[in-house]
């Protein structure tokens, strides 16, 4: 009897280590920041420019576009610029994105949402352009790792943290646009994205531009559903 006792209580003891390690695990997943396009948050956060190095996207090897930091092209103010507030529009449904001046059309374009992972609709704000940097995450079929992605254009919301890593930015690895296929950012033609990334606010001060109080980034509304 003592000894079925004694069984029991070490059992017990068992399942009440198993439960607190399966709470601390629940836990810690709750309070990590969950990435839209990143193994690690933080670097996908900073500036990063790897010329001469190849990426990996859908299990193909990647030569990204090389980066010039050299090169000072941040946007000036230009006489006769369209009056107005800005504001950037994406339709999950038909794949595109808008942008106006107050009522003044800037730009119509397709794009690439989420499709291993959700492009979440709601109301954001940039709040952080980087000229370049690395992203990386997914696995197996999905694995991709791709250096020089360039004007990149952070936004965070009450849907998505700014931690989550959701952004706009230029895309090399596909041209399939028009169709979903990021792991949640929005990606855009190269050429659309830089056009964007030198018109929205805050306006572009170096190669890592915040918004703040007095440069407030461009809000962007996201809706529709994204097509199976």
Known sequence: MRRKSAINRYLGGVFVF???????????NFLTPQCANSLSCKESFELKVENDVLGVWSGQKIIPPKVDLAKKDFRVTVLGEAAGEKRIYVDLSTQTLTAYQGASLFMKTLISSGKWGRTPPG??????????????????NDYYNLPNVP??????????????????????WHNNFGHPMSHGCVNMRIVDA????????????SNTTYSDQDHPGTKITIYGQTPS
């Open 151 to 172: 004007y990149v254009m952070f936004f965070s919301g009450p849907n998505a943290a700014a931690g989550r890593g959701f952004s706009l930015h230029g895309t090399y």
């Open 123 to 140: 109301e954001y704000t940039i709040w952080v352009k980087l000229r370049a940097t690395r992203m990386s995450g997914g696995s197996g």
């Open 194 to 205: 830089q056009k964007l990334y030198d018109w929205v606010d805050p306006p572009t001060t």
């Open 18 to 28: 198993a439960a607190l390690v399966g709470m601390g695990f629940l836990i810690i």
